[in-house]
């Protein structure tokens, strides 16, 4: 059976997710531990992404792209899921929201990289700076 969008196939409705049980052999430990998979406070989305590839590798069961997406919607911070609501995450088709997960961490390193070499100290103010700054002492 074929359908147009993530949410279509997740089966969501106003109410919100429903999930139907597979028929797949996973222990109650893994599958906890990926569905209780939350985005830090802070966290920016390319390392929640990337410590969630980290785990993806390390399971030794199969996942389809709809579970991760739908994992990644559960566990995201408040900050984040707006910019997926907004972007409409769940009316899209599976491939065409993976796509758009993959840009989204690579443009949140981006702009974390190009904060980090932008970066420039503020000037230590005489008789207000620590004793250990180094620029002033």
């Not at 429903?18 to 569905?35: A, N, R």
């Not at 408040?78 to 609501?85: A, S």
Request: with cysteine; aromatic share 18%; proline share 5%.
């Amino acid at each position: 059976m074929a359908f147009s969008n993530v949410g279509a196939y997740l089966g969501i409705s106003r109410l919100g997710f429903y999930f139907e049980k597979k028929e797949k052999k996973i222990s109650k430990k893994e599958e906890m531990s990926f569905s209780h998979f939350p985005q830090y406070e802070h966290e920016l989305f390319w390392s929640y992404y990337d410590r969630l590839h980290a785990l993806l590798a390390h399971c030794d069961f199969h996942l389809e792209k709809w579970e991760i997406l739908n994992a990644v919607y559960e566990g995201v911070n408040c900050e984040t899921r707006t910019l997926l609501e907004y972007w409409n995450f769940c009316a899209k088709n599976v491939d065409k929201t993976w796509d758009f997960l993959n840009w989204l961490a690579q443009d949140t390193y981006e702009y974390e990289i190009s904060c980090a070499d932008s970066y420039i100290p503020p000037p230590c103010i005489p008789g207000y700076a620590p004793p250990m700054c180094k620029i002033c002492h």
